[in-house]
């Protein structure tokens, strides 16, 4: 009699959830609006939409000092390290604040990227999402900015280029404010590619006129609805990305350009989200495998950003 050994390849891999306890330990001020609820407004839509029990869902790693020292100086890490206060709250800039959990939570927040990106590199899932925070793409290498301590969108990057040898990543990022703490890390890296959309004028204060051919900064005027933002993503991003053919995509996912968060002043809608992540995701499958890993970054309005992410991820799993 003759075994052979049948191979299965066509397993359909789900679509990974990445969180964890401390991000909801996490507490500014308590009319700051980059607040827990944020991460409970998540789950809930998850929750009620179906969508939650069908995600492969895992706890997120600190980020070792050798990941964050990638995209972050030294000296900066060590500020961030002795900041951290045992009671009460202190301030990194206006914007930021650490209480006694805030450490933990940013090294879960970044660590989350490193596993997604391990995760999907590996074939174990299809791509992933991060529900993390604090957010990260306001981080420069050397300063906190803008609710954001360390850059988790590019410490997954230097992780996919370091650690898996790609040499062709691209970030894009959707959040109403300039990303400007990963333009600021990956300027002049060409193995990246970032493509952003945002309001301006508008914070932080730049990306109009920055950008290079592997930095596609695409500003907005106040106001702007789904024809203009989709124009600004066919007309700039598609061709770039198209051109770029990276071998993974990661996505800065922030939500509070929707018309619902008085954060911002652009007006999109959940159907807009949804059209974007499809785009990105046609493109992913086209050269980089399927290969996507999302971060959830901005986002202020709970009900717009419980369904918008629900949106999103639905494309995701899809």
């Known amino acids: 009699m003759e075994y052979r050994t049948i191979i299965v390849t066509n397993v359909t891999l789900q679509t990974a959830y990445i969180t964890h306890p401390a991000c909801l330990k996490h507490a500014m ?12 407004a998540i789950q809930d839509q998850l929750i009620a939409s179906g969508l939650y029990d069908l995600l492969d869902q895992h706890e997120a790693p600190r980020a070792t000092r050798e990941q964050l020292a990638r995209v972050h100086d ?3 890490l060590d500020s961030v390290e002795a900041s951290a206060p045992a009671q009460g709250l202190v301030y990194l800039d206006p914007d ?36 993390v925070r604090p957010p990260g793409h306001h981080a420069t290498r050397d300063r906190s900015m ?22 062709r990543v691209a970030i894009a990022d959707f959040d109403v404010h300039h990303g400007n703490g990963t333009e600021d890390i990956f300027k002049h890296e060409p193995r ?33 609805a789904s024809a203009g933002f989709r ?39 959940e159907a807009d989200y949804t059209w974007v992540t499809q785009e990105l995701k046609t493109l992913a499958e086209k050269y980089a495998h399927g290969r996507i890993v999302s971060v959830l ?20 799993c899809s």
């Not at 997604?116 to 529900?131: I, S, Y």
């Not at 970054?297 to 995701?316: F, N």
């Open 231 to 269: 124009e600004a993503v066919q007309a700039r991003w598609l061709p770039a990305l198209e051109a770029f053919q990276p071998e993974m995509l990661f996505i800065s996912a922030g939500f509070d350009a929707h018309r619902e968060d008085d954060m911002a002043g652009l007006a999109l809608v």
């Open 192 to 224: 990246v590619m970032l493509c952003s959309t945002f309001q301006h004028p508008f914070y932080p204060h730049c990306g109009a006129d920055s950008g290079n051919d592997h930095i596609i900064n695409v500003p907005l005027p106040a106001g702007t």
């Open 96 to 131: 930021t604040a650490m209480n006694p959990y805030t450490l933990e939570a940013a090294l879960r927040a970044s660590g989350a990227v490193v596993l997604a990106t391990d995760l999907v590199l590996n074939r174990q899932v299809a791509n992933a999402f991060c529900a």
């Open 74 to 76: 030294p000296d900066y």
């Open 29 to 40: 001020e308590s009319f700051h609006p980059e607040s827990p609820a944020r991460l409970h």
């Open 146 to 167: 803008g609710f954001c301590i360390f850059n988790n969108v590019a410490v997954g990057v230097a992780h996919a280029m370091a650690a898996h040898g790609l040499q």
């Open 297 to 316: 970054e901005g986002g202020y309005a709970l009900d717009a950003l419980g369904r918008s992410v629900a949106a999103h991820i639905k494309v995701l």
